[in-house]
């Protein structure tokens, strides 16, 4: 029973984040709109009327429906095994392509070709976190390969701690951020190896827009990023005339003192991701996104 109460979750948590979107999302958008003129204006009255006809018509918002990356935080209680997780995970991406229906985008890397059902070799790509507890929380993020071709992980001295990471943000969406379908999302990873940073600047995008990292610091570096990328002037659709970016978040992790990892995560305006607990009784709950915050609902 559990397991097809993963795999159906898997499905509607897909259907709803490519169809729907989240609802801080969509009024971040309607915020971006109201600061934009011109051609700006224009783009971002096409994306709120996308989402609005995608919504009524049960379609997604967007042609790439992306490749799949999934973390897992399981309790040491809950009643299933991994493996079968696992496999309930990749049934329900596998019906999912086919029901809601998404885009087949995953590629053998020898072949070149399609697999047809958005599995392949670690594809999708789960994390896996365990803890305390007999419940499971699964995240989901799609993402589209415009967005995804902005990405950048690199390792830096640790003595140049925020400001290496600040001239790569910079970098980053000045010179690829045309390309990522602006208005954008940024997730910032800070800290650890290169993969530790890349894992948690993924982590970064799943935070509700508009709340800030619990640490002071951190915050008011997420504010600084956020105004510094905005002086670029992309603009919604790369035509200037509004914000670039709509929010940064950082997540960090500790360093090897000779070592920093700092990557950067682009999501497009699109930002596709939801979150869904699971328990021992087959119960679950949806996280519902809202400006500034959410809460846990019956799903």
Not at 277 to 290: A, H, K, L, N, V
Request: net charge neutral; charged share 20%; with cysteine.
């Amino acid at each position: 029973m559990l397991r097809k109460v993963v795999e159906k979750s898997v499905i509607k948590l897909l259907k709803y984040i490519n169809v729907a979107v989240g609802d801080d999302v969509i009024e971040s958008l309607r915020r971006v709109r109201s600061a934009s003129t011109g051609l700006g204006a224009e783009v971002m009255n096409a994306i709120l009327r996308n989402i609005e006809v995608g919504r009524a018509e049960g379609r997604p918002v967007c042609q790439d429906t992306g490749l799949m990356v999934a973390k897992v935080v399981i309790g040491d209680e809950f009643p299933l095994k991994l493996g079968e997780v696992r496999s309930s995970i990749i049934r329900g991406i596998t019906r999912a392509t086919e029901e809601v229906p998404l885009r087949p985008n995953a590629i053998d890397l020898i072949t070149g070709m399609n697999t047809g059902n958005n599995i392949g070799e670690r594809a999708p790509w789960i994390v896996v976190e365990p803890t305390e507890g007999d419940v499971l929380e699964l995240s989901i993020m799609v993402k589209g390969g415009g967005s995804e071709a902005a990405c950048r992980a690199l390792a830096a001295p640790p003595v140049k701690g925020l400001r290496a990471a600040a001239k790569l943000v910079v970098e980053v969406v000045a010179e690829y951020g045309f390309n990522a379908c602006p208005p954008l999302f940024v997730g910032i990873g800070l800290g650890g190896t290169v993969a530790t940073a890349a894992e948690i600047a993924y982590e970064a995008l799943f935070r509700p827009v508009g709340v800030r990292h619990w640490s002071r610091e951190v915050a008011e570096f997420e504010e600084y990023l956020l105004e510094l990328l905005n002086k670029l002037d992309i603009g919604p659709g790369g035509l200037g005339s509004g914000p670039t970016v709509i929010d940064v978040h950082v997540e960090t992790a500790a360093h090897h003192p000779a070592s920093m990892g700092i990557a950067v995560a682009i999501s497009c305006w699109a930002l596709r991701r939801g979150k869904v607990r699971i328990y021992p009784d087959g119960t679950t709950e949806f996280f519902r996104y809202s400006l500034g915050g959410g809460a846990w609902v019956k799903w």
